[in-house]
C-alpha cells in the first residue's frame, strides 16, 4: 500500500557529500516511521537512521552519528538523508524503508513493511 523511492545516490570522494531523498505515495495526512539502512556486498543490511511520525524523534547508528542528518520534507511524505563527511565505509546500497504504527526496532529491517529499490552510494578514498 506504499511505495517508496530512494533518490540522490552516486559517487563522491572521501569527505564529500550527499543527500538521498525518499518519496512515498502515502497520504500526507498520515504518517509513517521512515528509516534508512545501506548494504554493502557481502555483509547484511544494517540500521542507519530513523525517524518518527512527524520528525519528533530520530536515531542514528554510533557509525553515522554526526555526519549524518535525517528529516522530513515540508510536505510531510518525502524524507531526507544528508550525508557529510562521507567514509569509504558509507559505501553501499542505500534502502528507504518505512512502517505504519511503528513499534520495533529502528535498526531491524525486519520491522519495516515497506521498501524501496535502493540506491547506490560509493564513497572512496
Known amino acids: 500500500q506504499v511505495r517508496l523511492v530512494e533518490s540522490g545516490g552516486g559517487s563522491v570522494q572521501a569527505g564529500g557529500s550527499l543527500r538521498l531523498s525518499c518519496a512515498s505515495s502515502?497520504?500526507?495526512?498520515?504518517?509513517?516511521?521512515v528509516g534508512w539502512f545501506r548494504q554493502a556486498p557481502g555483509k547484511e543490511r544494517e540500521g542507519v537512521t530513523y525517524i518518527s511520525p512527524g520528525g519528533a524523534i530520530t536515531y542514528y547508528a554510533d557509525s553515522v552519528k554526526g555526519r549524518f542528518t535525517i528529516s522530513q520534507g515540508s510536505a510531510k511524505n518525502t524524507v531526507y538523508l544528508q550525508m557529510d563527511s562521507l567514509k569509504p565505509e558509507d559505501s553501499g546500497m542505500y534502502y528507504c524503508a518505512a512502517e505504519r504504527r511503528f513499534g520495533g526496532s529502528w535498526s531491524s529491517p525486519k520491522d519495516f513493511n515497506y521498501w524501496g529499490q535502493g540506491t547506490q552510494v560509493t564513497v572512496s578514498s
Open positions: 502515502a497520504d500526507t495526512d498520515r504518517r509513517l516511521s
